[in-house]
């Protein structure tokens, strides 16, 4: 496998932007060992966890109109928890669930 068969496999995901940096070298050792790293080892639950904690941070509840309603809300607040729940078994540790109602009701 080289650089260039590494880079077809990601290409227009976000660990494209990983990989990209060993281009000039065309290290495939060190691109893929940083791919590992954090997509698909222990650093990808992580990476995951901090995304899914900014987007349930992001999560805002602003009043009823044609595509947002309290339903949604409490939709996307349900699917970001569980998703959170099952890095549980790769080691995350979560956040507290004070934190959860903190976020859901700061909404």
Known sequence: MSYA???????????????????????????????QLTFLGPGFTQHHAGQLEEEIRSLKYKGEFKYNNFQMYVAGHKKIFQQLQNLNNDGYAGISPCTYVHYFLGG
Not at 24 to 34: D, H, L, P, R
């Open 5 to 35: 068969d590494l880079r077809i496999i990601v290409e227009k995901t976000p660990a494209e932007i990983f990989i990209k940096k060993f281009h000039k070298t065309g290290n495939i050792c060190t691109a893929f060992n940083k791919l």
